[in-house]
T-cell receptor, first 117, second 112 residues
Framework: GAVVSQHPSRVICKSGTSVKIECRSLDFQATTMFWYRQFPKQSLMLMAT?????????EQGVEKDKFLINHASLTLSTLTVTSAHPEDSSFYIC?????????????FGPGTRLTVL | GEDVEQSLFLSVREGDSSVINCTYTDSSSTYLYWYKQEPGAGLQLLTY?????DMKQDQRLTVLLNKKDKHLSLRIADTQTGDSAIYFC????????????FGSGTRLSIRP
């Protein structure tokens, strides 16, 4: 299947700093990538849809200015958590959509665990 | 809005079969997914079933779909310790523009 990578896998930062998380599709081009947030023992919450060459579409309740998304190429989307606070600590997962006739599958990255001190 | 529901926990003995259940509300979906998430990892697509099927078998995995009751199940035969994970039922909606709706996830634990 298609491979999606994320970097870094873990990051610890001080409150008030910004953190960038990269999501790459390694063996395919993805016009659409998604960013999810997962709290402990909970399901995934879609934060935003990242479209190559255009602005991201944010879900209701997600702050655009806090979670900056840039989909600079067909293989790379970045999520920047600006002025991070402890409540931003979470597991962030990206996915990339691979569209084929009959199926439209999302492949997920391994996730990035963010801890804000 | 559309919703997907699952029970939160399932405990089975090693070697037994595991059955994870899911109910969904969106009847327009072309297919439905099962994802597996191991501790500290992302989601791995386990299998999917088209909405015009009522059963799909893939080695130890059997997916059953009851469209009338909007009920989906995942059966894992001969459950092994490596099957310990969280299993998410997911509804991708009707089109590529739809958002995937995930269930809460069922945490499968294996007893020796």
């Amino acid at each position: 299947g298609a491979v999606v990578s994320q970097h870094p896998s873990r990051v610890i930062c001080k409150s008030g700093t910004s953190v960038k998380i990269e999501c790459r599709s390694l063996d395919f081009q993805a016009t659409t990538m998604f960013w999810y947030r997962q709290f402990p023992k909970q399901s995934l919450m879609l934060m935003a849809t990242s479209n190559e060459g255009s602005k991201a579409t944010y879900e209701q309740g997600v702050e655009k200015d806090k979670f900056l998304i840039n989909h600079a190429s067909l293989t790379l989307s970045t999520l920047t958590v600006t002025s991070a606070h402890p409540e931003d600590s979470s597991f962030y997962i990206c996915s990339a959509r691979v569209g084929r006739v009959g199926t439209d599958t999302q492949y997920f990255g391994p996730g990035t665990r963010l801890t804000v001190l | 809005g559309e919703d997907v529901e699952q029970s939160l926990f399932l405990s089975v003995r090693e070697g037994d079969s595991s059955v994870i259940n899911c109910t969904y509300t969106d009847s327009s979906s072309t297919y439905l997914y099962w994802y597996k998430q191991e501790p500290g990892a992302g989601l791995q697509l386990l299998t999917y079933i088209f909405s015009n099927m009522d059963m799909k078998q893939d080695q130890r995995l059997t997916v059953l779909l009851n469209k009338k009751d909007k009920h989906l199940s995942l059966r894992i035969a001969d459950t092994q310790t490596g099957d310990s994970a969280i299993y998410f039922c997911a509804d991708p909606g009707y089109s590529s523009a739809s958002k995937i709706i995930f269930g809460s996830g069922t945490r499968l634990s294996i007893r020796p």
